[in-house]
C-alpha cells in the first residue's frame, strides 16, 4: 500500500510523486470524464489529492456513510 510505498522511496519523493500524478490524472478527468460522469478514489490519499478546497477531507467515517462526495473536477 501507500504506506509500504512511502519507507521505499520516502515521504517527500512520494509527495513529489502525488503532486505529479494528481496533475496527470486532472488532466485525463477533464478530456474523459462527462459532466454527468463520476470518478471513484479508493484511498484516502487519492481523495485528498484530487478533491476541491471546498470538500470534505478523507475521513474513515464518511467514506463508509458514502459521504465523500464532490460536484466537479478543478
Not at 32 to 38: A, H, N, Y
Not at 43 to 69: C, P
Amino acid at each position: 500500500g501507500i504506506a509500504g510505498v512511502q519507507k521505499l522511496i520516502g515521504a517527500k519523493a512520494l509527495r513529489r510523486l502525488e503532486k505529479e500524478e494528481t496533475k496527470r490524472v486532472l488532466e485525463c478527468a477533464k478530456k474523459f470524464v462527462t459532466p454527468k460522469g463520476s470518478v471513484v478514489a479508493f484511498q484516502k490519499n487519492a481523495w485528498n489529492n484530487l478533491r476541491s478546497e471546498n470538500d470534505l477531507e478523507y475521513k474513515l467515517e464518511r467514506a463508509r456513510e458514502g459521504k465523500l462526495k464532490t460536484e466537479r473536477i478543478s
